[in-house]
């Protein structure tokens, strides 16, 4: 919890929301991007927020039920097993650094922002936003950021400061998960021509509800309304945030084997989701002039049916083996393995996307959340004594 960072922040005229020193943004503030620990040992939480002094593990309540159906007088070897799960987590461990202008904006975050007349208890020259200077206690915190080591923020921002962005960590708020894990089997010998088994083996989740601080309504992230997309509304789709992964991925197989040779085909699938960076400036609803390319208006662009969405995806491997057993009359020989395996056989690639942010990953041109490694073939060779 000792790490930590900082930037110098100012609201710019009009209600946006830039970094920068120039003049004309004002007023500036400071923003801890870093932990608890460092808020608490800057005195941010000395007079406001204390009961984020101390945090607390983040506690969770699990639910089950589960059930497996396996005959034996008729279809043996089928194997069908499911389970209905939730999970929901209290006192999440969040950050809420990185302020922009929704964020100024948004009441329920409120905490997170200090200015000198949230200290007018502690004493009451904290009487006026507008000359932070004359509040003894708010320059303090703002000095104690300052002489951290770790800050990159001139000493000379000390009097430039008008409001801190408490950007540490909380105990804020809410998480819940609802879905089914499945797997289903069936093995079946047919004497001569090999015995084969097929299955599939995945998970869909059904809610996944979120309240980020007590404030806050409670949002099904699996459907949800994110940001528009070059003025263009996303209403009631499925996000991806706080899963990491889709809302339904599952994989099945074909198997076969006879003797000492075996072949196993797969195939993965991830459903679609949309992703949450911002559009390219010059598609849908942004363009100067109907049908044009040149951004910065709200007419239509040339591109007009561009979305966040990123579509589902097939990926198919496959498994050739021969084991020589006991076959060979030399020792040495026996109970070796050859594995021929091919990891996505049509070399499909994640799908395009536009990311220019560097929240949760670098800049990229595809989905980073998918393996683009492309097609790898692997030769095993094992030998079992």
Excluded at 141 to 148: A, E, G, H, S
Aim: hydrophobic fraction near 35%.
């Amino acid at each position: 919890m000792g790490s930590g960072g900082y930037r110098l922040s100012h609201a710019a005229t009009g209600g946006n929301f830039a970094c920068g020193n120039g003049a004309a943004n004002q007023p500036g503030g400071i923003s801890l991007l870093g932990s608890g620990t460092t808020a608490f040992n800057a005195g941010f939480r000395d007079f406001v927020n204390q009961v984020g002094q101390h945090l607390r593990p983040e506690q969770a309540t699990n639910w089950s039920v589960g059930g497996e159906f396996a005959p034996t007088a008729f279809l043996k070897g089928l194997d069908v097993q499911a389970t209905w799960y939730t999970v929901k987590i209290t006192g999440v461990l969040r950050a809420f650094g990185n302020p922009t202008t929704n964020a100024f904006n948004q009441g329920s975050l409120g905490f997170s922002y200090i200015i000198p007349t949230d200290l007018i208890g502690a004493d009451a020259a904290c009487n006026n936003n507008l000359t932070p200077t004359t509040c003894p206690e708010f320059e303090s915190m703002v000095q104690k950021i300052l002489n951290d080591g770790r800050n990159p923020v001139p000493q000379a921002a000390l009097t430039n400061v008008y409001w801190i962005n408490d950007g540490g960590t909380f105990n804020k708020g809410y998480q819940k998960v609802e879905g089914i894990d499945f797997n289903a089997s069936y093995d079946f010998d047919t004497g001569d021509f090999g015995a084969w088994n097929v299955g599939i083996t995945g998970a869909y989740y059904l809610h996944l509800y979120n309240q980020t601080t007590p404030a806050d309504p409670v949002e099904d992230q699996l459907h949800t309304t994110l940001s528009s997309v070059g003025n263009i509304p996303q209403n009631g789709v499925t996000g991806i945030a706080g899963i990491g992964t889709n809302r339904m991925r599952y994989r099945t197989r074909l198997g076969w084997s006879n003797g000492p040779w075996s072949l196993t085909g797969f195939m993965d699938y991830s459903s679609h989701y949309f992703h949450t960076q911002n559009a390219p400036p010059q598609v849908n609803l942004q363009c100067t002039t109907t049908g044009g390319t040149l951004p910065g208006g709200s007419l239509p662009c040339l591109i007009s049916n561009y979305s966040n969405i990123q579509p589902s995806l097939y990926t198919f491997d496959l498994s050739f083996g021969y084991d020589t057993g006991d076959d060979p009359v030399n020792d040495y020989l026996k109970h070796i393995g050859v594995q021929l395996v091919v990891q996505n056989i049509a070399d499909r690639t994640p799908a395009f996307q536009y990311r220019i942010s560097t929240g949760g990953g670098n800049p990229a041109t595809f989905d980073i959340l998918k393996n683009y490694g492309g097609r790898t073939v692997s030769i095993i060779v094992t030998k079992t004594w």
